[in-house]
């Protein structure tokens, strides 16, 4: 009977072993089936990123060699020499548009991923289907059509899909603290756009008036609006200016001072300024009752083809013409140097500038009738004071302490007569403006610890903590602040070589267990699959980081395809890619454990069991 039990014994040891065994540990190849070059510059996590990948690919037989290089070394690699199967950096910008021609097109300039149209050729195309996906997303008119969303859409899933030159990892967040009693406020939208809906439900420590919001923030410079440039600045002409046309936090387009624009033709844009929009009061109060109309849209628009410091942005403007107080046609041309006129899809944020008041600034022109004097008097009082259409107006400025913006009474944001409008579906998007909150103080402390200070005693209402991780511990968020985040213009990537010089990831053959894609395809695949961004965002980021999936930017929003190919962390599907590339793993079961220590294992406990068997058997006989 003890014979029995210490068999029995043998067994429950040897199962637990098993279950420990299959749940603990991912066995590697033997000996892996080949090994890639991934390279990266050091001087910050990137390096850790790659050391990270390195062991999730083992796991599938695929042996990563990790390389650190300096900047300018890596730079050199990534245009001019290439000589790597898989590389880390990231793309940063701001766009309202979705056209990524430069990165993934053949010819473009940073193009690191080695596209070629023979990749994907079309006969009936005379190209590849991406570079026409590309090439044919910016001779969509409208520029934000849905016809032309639903290109781009299609365009990421394809390039994700059949292509896969890159595994998108992580976008930054930009985090805010907030007092809680504000309510109201979303900082995706930002200020302005929250004004209308943000209330003091009561008030907080520190707090001296109920009806303003006190921000900090650097001292602003020039408020002209075609000639400023530094971020203070930016703001405050925002917020007291309007511009054509206005973009939501998701960059849908929304109708402004343009009470609607039309495409005539693809080449042809007819503008119809809004009506009952009255100018705010100059500082000498020469022009008190004046209205913004097309004059106004049409000297902005000459100005910053002529005067401004950014001219070639409006390039493509090939000719104006006023048809009458409130409308215009501008004539488009997005290539000057042939002999037709070409079409242009950025054309939308670059109507969406600043409007300048024409009546204050074009008092005297230039010996052409045309061009405005910009050394006449009115310009640069203009750098110090706004003279604009928006929601705020500036009621005092005291240098180097603060900025006081107050609630234009004769705002038309606050006119039901003109919001009304159903094609602005203005209170969904800025509020009915009924919160009390009528004044927005901007301190003036650009010393970063003096305005966490000031925020936590209760005298500043927002605060930028982007920089201060310990900040957003439970301990300063749950006691006292509430936390909203944001994402960031930028993602990372882990770029693919797909040149085929890379006898692996860039081999174009039919893969063997699956000719309707090649080696390459599937190996990218698997290792997009064999990837764990999750569990690279919590070592390396502590999880603050977003993961995303799309080759574009995550804030261009609208252009996002919702149902994009999504490569999240699968062994299972990576090993089947590595499969269909032509590399047996039959000496893996389908958890990675290796098949051929399971059968002892396994052998030797049905043997103990036939034995326990056995001797209970002869017993009872």
Not at 55 to 76: H, M, S
Not at 348 to 362: K, R
Not at 430 to 449: A, H, M, V, Y
Request: charged share 20%.
């Amino acid at each position: 009977m003890k014979k029995g039990y210490s068999l029995l014994l043998v067994v429950l040891v040897l199962t637990s072993f098993c279950y420990i065994y299959l749940n603990t540990n991912t066995v590697e190849s033997k000996a892996p089936f080949f090994t890639l070059v991934f390279k990266t510059n050091g001087g910050g996590v990137r390096p850790d990123y790659g050391y990270l990948l390195r062991d999730q690919l083992a796991r599938i037989g695929i042996n990563l060699e990790v390389i650190i290089q300096d900047w300018p070394t890596f730079v050199g690699e990534l245009l001019v020499y290439r000589d790597f199967d898989i590389c880390y950096t990231d793309l940063s910008g701001r766009s309202a548009d979705p056209d990524f021609t430069g990165v993934y097109n053949e010819n473009g300039s940073l193009n690191l991923f080695g596209y070629h149209t023979s990749m994907d050729g079309d006969e009936c195309l005379g190209t590849g289907l991406n570079e026409w996906y590309m090439r044919q997303g910016n001779l969509i008119m409208p520029p934000n059509s849905e016809e032309r969303k639903q290109h781009y859409w299609a365009w990421e899933q394809y390039l994700m899909d059949k292509i896969l030159p890159l595994q998108p990892t992580f976008t930054p967040r930009t985090y805010m603290a907030y007092w809680p009693e504000l309510e109201g406020y979303n900082f995706s939208e930002g200020i302005l756009q929250s004004w209308g809906k943000m209330s003091w439900d009561t008030t907080h420590t520190g707090q001296v008036d109920s009806k303003e919001l006190v921000i900090a923030d650097a001292a602003w410079s020039d408020l002209t609006p075609i000639f400023e440039h530094d971020s203070a600045s930016d703001f405050v002409v925002k917020a007291c200016y309007d511009p054509l046309i206005w973009y939501d936090n998701d960059l849908s387009v929304w109708p402004h001072l343009a009470e609607n624009f039309t495409m005539l033709n693809d080449t042809w844009l007819r503008i119809t300024a809004r009506q009952g929009v009255k100018w705010q009061n100059d500082s000498d109060s020469l022009f008190t009752s004046e209205y913004f109309d097309i004059h106004d849209v049409y000297f902005t628009l000459y100005c910053w083809k002529y005067v401004s410091n950014d001219p070639y942005l409006y390039n493509w403007i090939a000719k104006m013409e006023i048809l009458d107080q409130w409308t215009m046609d501008i004539f488009i041309d997005g290539d000057p140097d042939t002999r037709h006129q070409d079409p242009y899809v950025d054309f939308l944020p670059a109507i969406s500038t600043i409007i300048l008041p024409e009546h204050f600034l074009n008092q005297s022109q230039l010996p052409d009738g045309k061009t405005p004097d910009i050394t006449h008097p009115s310009w640069i009082s203009l750098a110090t004071q706004c003279i604009g259409t928006g929601l705020f107006s500036i009621s005092n400025y005291t240098i180097s302490s603060e900025t006081t913006l107050c609630v234009n009474p004769e705002s038309w944001w606050i006119d039901p007569t003109i919001t009304d409008d159903p094609n602005l579906n203005w209170e969904s998007r800025f509020g009915d403006f009924s919160g009390g909150i009528n004044q927005l103080r901007i301190r003036i402390i650009p010393n970063e610890q003096i305005s966490l200070l000031e925020f936590e005693s209760g005298k500043i209402d927002l605060l930028d903590i982007t920089s201060l991780p310990d900040k957003r511990g439970d301990s300063f968020c749950c006691d006292y602040f509430a936390i909203q985040s944001d994402l960031t213009w930028n993602f990372g990537f882990f770029g693919y070589n797909m040149r085929e010089v890379r006898p692996v990831i860039g081999n174009r053959a039919p893969a063997p267990c699956d000719p309707s894609i090649s080696i390459g395809l599937s190996i990218r695949k698997a290792i997009s699959y064999a990837m764990n961004r999750e569990e690279m965002n919590n070592i390396v980021h502590g999880g603050e980081y977003a993961v995303v999936n799309h080759p574009i930017y995550h804030k261009l929003g609208v252009w996002c395809n919702l149902d994009i190919i999504e490569y999240n962390h699968n062994i299972q599907e990576a090993r089947k890619y590595v499969k269909i590339a032509g590399f047996d793993l039959g000496w893996l079961g389908t958890n990675g454990t290796d098949l051929s220590l399971i059968s002892v294992i396994g052998g030797m406990l049905i043997l103990c069991t036939a034995s326990i068997w056995s001797i209970k058997s002869r017993k009872r006989r």
